[in-house]
């Protein structure tokens, strides 16, 4: 297993404003994964962030909007940018530890007014 | 849309009853993966099927994997008020080399004393 931690645990921000969720791992990670879930909803990929590479967008999701960095293998970041309310949200970091084994950080929610 | 259909997704149950959760995918699946999610909580990892037929049991919870490889059960027996939550199936598809996992509906459990 893995031990994830995610900053902020919560935020509140206002439309327009962009906030930077970061995301740490205890041990070292290949791939890293940035889900979204809307309240009452399953959980719906952002992106896959490969340390060294740039990460890759589901449909629906654009780099602009939700930028990410993977500087090594244990730490990642996910902007939410020029925020609005429809972006209220838990945001959740995943990591992957084994072929069939994924792990979830606490996740961040956020609320924009 | 969402490719992996799980069925109901709400179901109340009195403690001391069984019920099942069902998941459908409509393409073959590498491997599937069990969560549960506390309210207020992230979803945490129960389990992982890999073979066609496999059969897994964790205390009074049994999970199972289709022959076919694209559906998957999840049977938990005597419910109790720690059953509580939403309990999602997660697939990965076998064309997919990153194992990236797509999420059921969740079914969201309600025990009743």
């Known amino acids: 297993s893995a031990v994830i931690s995610q900053k902020p645990s919560r935020d509140i921000c206002q439309r327009g404003t962009s906030l930077t969720i970061q995301c740490q791992v205890d041990?070292?990670?290949?791939?890293m994964f940035w889900y979204r879930q809307q309240p009452g909803q399953s959980l719906t990929l952002i992106a896959t962030a490969n340390q060294g590479s740039e990460a890759t967008y589901e449909s629906g999701f654009v780099i602009d909007k939700f930028p990410i960095s993977r500087p090594n293998l244990t730490f990642s970041t996910l902007t939410v940018s020029n925020m609005s309310p429809e972006d209220s949200s838990i945001y959740l970091c995943?990591?992957?530890?084994?072929?069939?084994?994924?792990?979830f950080g606490p996740g961040t929610r956020l609320t924009v007014t | 849309g969402q490719q992996v259909m799980q069925i109901p997704q709400y179901q109340h149950v009195q403690e001391g009853e069984d019920f099942t959760t069902y998941c459908n995918s409509s393409t073959t699946l590498s491997n599937i993966q069990w969560y549960k999610q506390r309210p207020g909580g992230h979803p945490v990892f129960l389990i992982q099927l890999v073979k066609s037929g496999e059969v897994k049991k964790q205390k009074r919870l049994t999970f199972q994997f289709g022959e076919a490889k694209k559906n998957s059960s999840l049977h938990i027996t005597a419910t109790q008020t720690t059953d509580v939550g939403t309990y999602f199936c997660?697939?990965?598809?076998?064309?997919?080399?990153?194992?990236?996992?797509?999420f059921g509906a969740g079914t969201q459990v309600v025990v009743t004393p």
């Open positions: 995943s990591v992957k530890t084994s072929p069939y084994e994924q792990y």
């Open positions: 041990s070292q990670v290949t791939m």
């Open positions: 997660a697939g990965t598809k076998t064309t997919d080399s990153w194992g990236k996992l797509q």
